[in-house]
């Protein structure tokens, strides 16, 4: 991205192609969104999950449950 605001990012194609119908892979990064869109941050390090931060305004949900059922995490 060349260049990244609140609302907008402007995606710089001049160093590899993007075709039209391509899916590319853009992770958010600013707080308010991230924050409001998932019920958990999950910090990671080397491929291995450091952290679980439940977010405190979202719903109540059994974390490790829903890990599992996205194969995060494995129980032991």
Same mark, same amino acid.
């Given at each position: 991205?060349?260049?990244?605001?609140?609302? &907008? /990012?402007?995606?710089?194609?001049?160093? *590899?192609?993007? *075709?039209?119908?391509?899916?590319?892979? &853009?992770?958010? #990064?600013?707080?308010?969104?991230? #924050?409001? /869109?998932? #019920?958990?941050?999950?910090?990671?390090? #080397?491929?291995?999950?450091?952290?679980? @931060?439940? @977010? +405190? /305004?979202?719903? +109540? &949900? +059994? &974390? *490790?449950?829903?890990?599992?059922? @996205?194969?995060?995490?494995?129980?032991?």
């Amino acid at each position: 991205m060349s260049r990244v605001s609140q609302e &907008i /990012a402007l995606l710089d194609t001049s160093m *590899e192609k993007v *075709e039209v119908g391509e899916k590319v892979n &853009i992770i958010t #990064n600013h707080s308010c969104y991230t #924050n409001n /869109a998932v #019920n958990v941050l999950i910090g990671h390090r #080397n491929r291995r999950v450091t952290n679980i @931060i439940p @977010i +405190d /305004a979202k719903e +109540d &949900i +059994d &974390i *490790e449950k829903r890990l599992l059922s @996205i194969s995060i995490l494995k129980r032991k």
